[in-house]
Every structure is written in C-alpha cells, then in structure tokens.
C-alpha cells in the first residue's frame, strides 16, 4: 500500500480517538472527525445504499425542477453514502470525507475492492486527481457556496445521474461479496 495512503489512514484513525477521548474528558455527546474502527456491519452498509438512492431519486427531482445547482450537491451525496456503505461493510466509521475517500483508495490499492478508476478521481479534490477534470466535490462547494442558480452544462449532470445509477450497483456488488 503506498505509504501516504497508509500514513492518511493513520492520522484519521488518531484524529477519531483524539477527539473521542477529548468529548469523553469533557462529558459531552462522543463525537470525531476522522476515522474509527469499528465492528463490519453490513445492515448499516445497506442503509447507506438506501440513502445514496434517496438522494439520487432527489438528484432527479431538483434537476427535473429547475434547481440544477442544489441537484449537484445531492448527487455528490449520493456517491459519498456508497463510500460510506463500503466502509461500514469492512468496519469502519467515518466522519470525514477525505479519510472516507483515502480508506476507499486504501481497499481498492489493496484489491480488496473494485472501484473504477473514473469514480474514485471523480470524487476528490482536483488537485488529488491525475486527469484534473472537475470533481463532483468541488462542484458541488461551486454551487453550493457559489451564486450561479442553475449548471450551465447539462453534461456534469448527465455523469452525475449516470454514475450514481453505476455506483450504486458496483457498492451492492461489494457489499454482497463476502
């Protein structure tokens, strides 16, 4: 596994415990922003596909309503509910989405998964990306914090639509696979 990859993971997994001790000292709710090991749990690894197909059913009913820029970040959720469907099948809990995204790097570096390529760069950060075209996360921090009310290419909604649709059925696959 490379070893920024291992090295990420281990930050994350230090944040969550660091931040859990820290609410425990504290007497408040548990609470982290990183990543934490827990037991494999395939029934939550199911809810998260019932809720990214929730909020591509959203996906469809924003764009087919003329709020094509609130659709862009409904889509991204989408896609992030099937990583975090996967994470919760090989026990992890994430409350960060660069650790979720780094941890689904991590199982597909180690074949553990099967993700394609397009669909992992499209859900980071440009500057993490190799064919530096416009990730869904940036797109939706565009429309989201931005002032535009509508995407003006129709095809990043279409790629949106197309992988969700995709993605939901490789996270299924995964989540079945024993």
């Known amino acids: 596994?490379?070893?920024?990859?291992?090295?990420?993971?281990?930050?994350?997994?230090r944040k969550a415990e660091r931040e859990l001790n820290e609410s425990e000292k504290q007497n408040k709710k548990p609470r982290?922003?990183?990543?934490?090991?827990?037991?494999?749990?395939?029934?939550?690894?199911?809810?998260?596909?019932?809720?990214a197909r929730h909020f591509l059913k959203g996906f469809r009913l924003l764009r087919e309503n003329d709020f094509?820029?609130?659709?862009?970040?409904v889509g991204f959720y989408s896609l992030y509910h099937?990583?975090?469907?996967?994470?919760?099948?090989f026990g992890y809990e994430s409350k960060n989405q660069t650790c979720t995204i780094t941890l689904i790097?991590?199982?597909q570096e180690q074949g553990i998964i099967d993700i394609k390529k397009e669909i992992l760069?499209?859900?980071?950060y440009e500057d993490e990306q190799m064919n530096h075209e416009n990730s869904v996360?940036?797109?939706?921090?565009?429309?989201?914090?931005?002032?535009?009310?509508?995407?003006?290419?129709?095809?990043?909604?279409?790629?949106?639509?197309?992988?969700?649709?995709?993605?939901?059925?490789?996270?299924?696959?995964?989540?079945?696979?024993?």
């Open 1 to 13: 596994m490379d070893s920024q990859v291992s090295k990420k993971i281990e930050w994350c997994l």
């Open 32 to 51: 982290h922003r990183g990543l934490l090991k827990i037991n494999p749990d395939k029934n939550l690894a199911f809810q998260h596909v019932d809720k």
């Open 68 to 73: 094509s820029d609130l659709a862009m970040g």
């Open 82 to 89: 099937c990583f975090l469907s996967i994470t919760a099948k």
């Open 105 to 107: 790097d991590s199982l």
């Open 121 to 124: 760069d499209f859900m980071k």
């Open 137 to 178: 996360i940036e797109l939706r921090e565009d429309y989201t914090y931005g002032v535009d009310l509508k995407v003006r290419d129709e095809q990043q909604l279409d790629k949106i639509e197309k992988l969700c649709l995709e993605f939901i059925d490789i996270t299924q696959e995964i989540i079945y696979k024993e």
